[in-house]
């Protein structure tokens, strides 16, 4: 199996701009998580989902961020608009079980300008 | 809300010599894992302990648990330059349906 796929690998883009993540979680895996690492906050749970319906997006900061699972191999983390404070590293990461075992992908670090 | 917190937040150790990890968490838990990230990487699932474990070894990891003191341990024998990387515990919040919330990590760098 190829893993938890992300792209883009790096980003940089100008405040204001809109920008999409993208993820291709492992096949069979059932749900599928979003992060945010920084140096300052850590690792932060954005959304996850369960069967493509999202779960919990209470991590999500704000309503310039929102993501979708049109289908059970694909998922989007868009911003729109970006600004400075969302320079990080995403993740996404999938697993067969929810609290068990989470297979994370390489990450897109973004960098707004 | 619950959160494994790590201790240390950094650790410098020889090649060859153990290195010893501490989470501490707040809640009661199903299980508590742990994951690595080498630099520039994402996280690696290492070992998962159960809530009725009190430890578990998997090649030179070993990781204890303790409920009543709601903290685990994560011992790396005989360490490696290889394993220069930052170690992070994560817990369930002991219900269905709730998510694993990771701790800050221990950043553990060892020399040759």
């Known amino acids: 199996d190829a893993g938890v796929i992300q792209s883009p690998r790096h980003e940089v883009t100008e405040m204001g701009q809109e920008v999409t993540l993208r993820c291709k979680p492992i096949s069979g895996h059932d749900y599928l998580f979003w992060y945010r690492q920084t140096m300052m906050r850590g690792l932060e749970l954005l959304i996850y989902f369960n069967n493509n319906v999202p779960i919990d997006d209470s991590g999500m900061p704000e309503d310039r961020f929102s993501a979708k699972m049109p289908n059970a191999s694909f998922s989007t983390l868009k911003i729109q608009p970006s600004e400075p404070r969302d320079s990080a590293v995403y993740f996404c990461?999938?697993?067969?079980?929810?609290?068990?075992?989470?297979?994370f992908g390489p990450g897109t670090r973004l960098l707004v300008l | 809300s619950q959160q494994g917190e790590e201790d240390p937040q950094a650790l410098s150790i020889q090649e060859g010599e153990n290195a010893t990890m501490n989470c501490s968490y707040k809640?009661?838990?199903?299980?508590l894992q742990w994951y690595r990230q080498n630099s520039g990487r994402g996280l690696v699932h290492l070992i998962l302990?159960?809530?009725?474990?009190r430890e578990k070894h998997s090649g030179r990891l070993r990781v204890t648990l303790d409920t009543s003191k709601k903290s685990s341990s994560l011992l790396i024998t005989a360490s490696r330059a290889a394993d220069t990387a930052s170690y992070f515990c994560?817990?369930?919040?002991?219900?269905?349906?709730?998510?694993?919330?990771f701790g800050k990590g221990t950043t553990l760098s060892v020399s040759s």
């Open positions: 994560a817990t369930d919040g002991g219900q269905a349906g709730t998510a694993l919330i």
């Open positions: 809640t009661s838990i199903n299980n």
């Open positions: 302990i159960r809530s009725n474990e």
């Open positions: 990461a999938s697993s067969l079980r929810g609290l068990e075992t989470q297979y």
